[in-house]
T-cell receptor
Framework: KQEVTQIPAALSVPEGENLVLNCSFT??????LQWFRQDPGKGLTSLLL?????REQTSGRLNASLDKSSGRSTLYIAASQPGDSATYLC??????????FGAGTILRVKS | EPEVTQTPSHQVTQMGQEVILRCVPI?????FYWYRQILGQKVEFLVS????????KSEIFDDQFSVERPDGSNFTLKIRSTKLEDSAMYFC?????????FGPGTRLTVT
């Protein structure tokens, strides 16, 4: 079964802190790995996509890495801000292009 | 910036009624998807669509569900006879084979 697990389930940090969100998946047959942000009651905003041939991707204060051999991806957020407060979802792309999602990490950045 | 749009944003229907959820994918994308998220649960894949046919469907996508691309811009999800357990947020997504872009979702409430 293609499971995706995200740790921690929730995280509360003071503004300015650097933080790491973790995602692990079973089965190394991964097509790509996509990180999303979801605000309460809203849709999913794509943050970063890492292809299976890549090790990491960066966008502004965000950096995502992928280690297929260990079945792990991490999302690093530098200098966190209150506006970063949201649920962060990790999704692995499998052959056929469907995404399998984790349950998410709820992030709260306190000002 | 191109985006996926969905209508309506909220649909309330009675059990047993048919509903059609509508999506306008990003114009040059070729792959289309429907996902759903029951309140408090993970985002789940329902169906993918490419070249005017279903490419993959999940166990959830039974005979009560159907998808259609009636013209060059719309992509619809029909639920023929809604059940209480169909209450969820339904997300449409599109891609050009890589990164998937999600719409804001339709909240379906079945009473």
């Amino acid at each position: 079964k293609q499971e995706v697990t995200q740790i921690p389930a929730a995280l509360s940090v003071p503004e300015g802190e650097n933080l790491v969100l973790n995602c692990s998946f079973t089965d190394s047959a991964i097509y790509n790995l996509q990180w999303f942000r979801q605000d309460p009651g809203k849709g999913l905003t794509s943050l970063l996509l890492i292809q299976s041939s890549q090790r990491e991707q960066t966008s502004g204060r965000l950096n995502a890495s992928l280690d297929k051999s260990s079945g792990r991806s991490t999302l690093y957020i530098a200098a966190s801000q209150p506006g970063d407060s949201a649920t962060y979802l990790c999704a692995r792309g499998v052959w056929g292009n469907k995404l399998v999602f984790g349950a998410g990490t709820i992030l709260r950045v306190k000002s | 910036e191109p985006e996926v749009t969905q209508t309506p944003s909220h649909q309330v229907t009675q059990m047993g009624q048919e509903v059609i959820l509508r999506c306008v994918p990003i114009s040059n994308h070729l792959y289309f998807y429907w996902y759903r998220q029951i309140l408090g649960q993970k985002v789940e894949f329902l169906v993918s669509f490419y070249n005017n046919e279903i490419s993959e469907k999940s166990e959830i996508f039974d005979d009560q569900f159907s998808v259609e691309r009636p013209d060059g811009s719309n992509f619809t999800l029909k639920i023929r006879s809604t059940k209480l357990e169909d209450s969820a947020m339904y997300f449409c997504a599109s891609s050009d084979s890589g990164e998937q872009y999600f719409g804001p979702g339709t909240r379906l409430t079945v009473t």
